[in-house]
């Protein structure tokens, strides 16, 4: 194939190797040659595939003709889609809104209803679908995106090949693949797992002789290896970071416009803000640039999500609101440490804020402590404890595998939950009793303080019982904006893995296991 002749620059006849011209006829366009030997082009007659010496390969005329893979052709013919063979005659009786070409002996196609198919050579379709999108097949699997936008790989018969899903994927080459998850780009092996050592980057591509080029999330470009381990830093243009330093000196543009569309009801509701029409329009333009009303007003999927899902709604309100007034005082809050504990003073005398930050913390753990129960290594003759548990997702997600679930929290936050089968209690966690437990659990509590009061609350735990902490561990480039965000809200911070393991020696606790979930650790504790 590569020695076939290509298109002429002006894109009206072929040219051999050499640049001269293979034939004296003019077309008004051509394609590249394919094997067979065949090329599309077209002229007043229609659409068609000639041989190299320019002739017809075939007397049919389409609308249009696309070069041939796999011994198969894509072409239009009256609105509709289909393929042929190198005589001109389809492959198949159906027709299709579009079509690919086949590839391994698998096509993509597209139906009247806007969803996705892969068929045979004989136009039949593989099992799995509809899909919203589908791919190209290359090493034998190709990529499908389903009705609720995820990705997953699948096999020639359209059964998935691993139980991964992903919010981006390409296909293997070489035995790995491109997969974006929540965190970001890295490469999978064909069992849908991680081979970045948890890394994740901006941009990745495909492995080039064993290694890749890569843009972290910081910016910079890297050559990584297919364990991770940076070879090379490759040289990124000023100007790319000028046109990054701009993005970030305006980026609280966007949260804020989206507030500000909530509380005037662009994602439906009673308007909480009163404003004119004229102010609504410009709102409205602001919407649209965000991609969350369309040219009519209505909303697009991005905006329908706001509408529909309180939960989004109620982040947007959580991070513009109580937490973003701690980043307005910012100067104010590194110079007077008494200011930052403003943050638990200030909900423990707004009922309406308080919800709010309970409902966006609950909503976060639903998310995130989903199926962890069996990392926990609890036995049903445990009694469980949850310290500054919120509205009680965790222990919810335990279950009644345990003996029995207490939550214990601000009475601001208990007055927040209604439980039959969690007893809860009504604490300050830092002077009132502690309940009695097998088990206590800490998650997500300790980055609210330093290091002192976190001693001063692990030695209130029983050291007759078993101590869970789950996390975040404080890596380079990673949690540092999470960490100034704590300490400016209420005076705490993201901690290393050093860090973590002396506070807690400090406070006669040792380290007995450890796991990862969710990109938090969990750390087993025992009395040293």
């Known amino acids: ?32 040659f394919h094997e067979p030997s065949l090329a599309p082009v077209g002229d ?22 696309f070069g041939f893979y796999g011994g198969f052709a894509a072409v239009i013919f009256e609105g509709t889609w289909f393929h042929i063979t190198a005589d001109g005659k389809r492959a198949y009786p159906k027709s299709w809104n579009w079509c690919g070409n086949f590839q391994q002996n698998r096509c993509t196609v597209r139906t009247a209803d806007g969803h996705y198919h892969h068929i045979r050579p004989d136009g039949s379709m593989l099992n799995g679908g509809p899909h919203s999108y589908a791919g190209d097949f290359r090493e034998g699997s190709g990529v499908v995106r389903g009705m609720d936008g995820m990705c997953w790989h699948i096999d020639k018969e359209g059964a998935p090949i691993h139980d991964s899903k992903f919010l ?61 381990e940076i070879k090379n830093r490759p040289l990124r243009p000023d100007t790319d970071i000028e046109v990054e330093f701009q993005r970030i000196a305006v980026s609280y543009w966007k949260p804020i416009a989206i507030r500000l569309g909530i509380l005037a009801g662009l994602a439906g509701g009673h308007p909480e803000l009163e404003i004119t029409s004229e102010d609504k329009m410009v709102l409205q333009q602001a919407w649209m640039e965000l991609g969350l009303l369309g040219v009519q007003m209505d909303l697009t999927q991005s905006g329908e999500l706001l509408a529909q899902d309180e939960r989004w709604r109620d982040r947007f309100l959580y991070w513009t609101g109580p937490q973003f007034k701690a980043w307005v005082e910012a100067e104010n809050r590194l110079m007077h440490v008494e200011k930052r504990s403003e943050f638990f003073i200030e909900q423990s005398k707004d009922p309406k804020m308080a919800n709010l930050i309970h409902r966006v913390l609950d909503s976060y753990a639903n998310d995130d402590w989903r199926g962890i129960s069996s990392e926990l290594q609890l036995s049903p003759s445990d009694v469980v404890v ?38 809860t209690v009504s604490a300050d966690i830092f002077s009132d009793e502690i309940p009695t437990g097998d088990v206590y659990l800490m998650s997500r509590i300790l980055h609210d303080w330093g290091d002192s009061k976190c001693i001063e609350l692990l030695y209130r735990i029983p050291k007759t019982a078993r101590l869970i902490i789950i996390d975040r561990i404080a890596e380079p480039e990673k949690h540092g904006l999470l960490s100034l965000n704590m300490l400016l809200l209420t005076g705490g911070r993201e901690r290393t893995h050093s860090e973590w393991m002396a506070i807690f020696s400090e406070a006669g606790w040792s380290l007995t296991a450890q796991s990862t979930w969710a990109s938090h650790a969990i750390m087993h504790l025992e009395a040293c």
């Open 1 to 32: 194939m590569a020695n076939l002749p290509r298109p002429s620059d002006c894109g009206t006849f072929h040219i051999s190797s050499e640049g001269e011209g293979i034939y004296t006829m003019r077309f008004d366009w051509v394609l590249p």
């Open 44 to 65: 007043d007659t229609g659409a068609y595939h000639i041989h190299l010496d320019g002739k017809p390969a075939y007397e049919q005329r389409f609308d249009r003709t």
């Open 386 to 423: 949850d310290i500054g548990g919120g509205k009680g997702a965790l222990l919810e997600e335990i279950g009644d595998s345990v003996s029995a679930r207490v939550l214990v929290d601000l009475p601001e936050v208990i007055d927040l939950v209604n439980f039959t089968e969690i007893e």
């Open 168 to 228: 981006d994927l390409d296909v293997f080459h070489k035995g790995f693949a491109r997969a974006r998850d929540r965190r970001g780009w890295h490469h999978i092996d064909r069992a849908g797992k991680d081979i970045s050592e948890g890394k994740r980057y901006a941009e990745l591509e495909p492995f080039y002789n064993g290694q890749a080029l890569a843009r972290s999330l910081t910016g910079e470009y890297v050559v990584i290896n297919e364990f991770g």
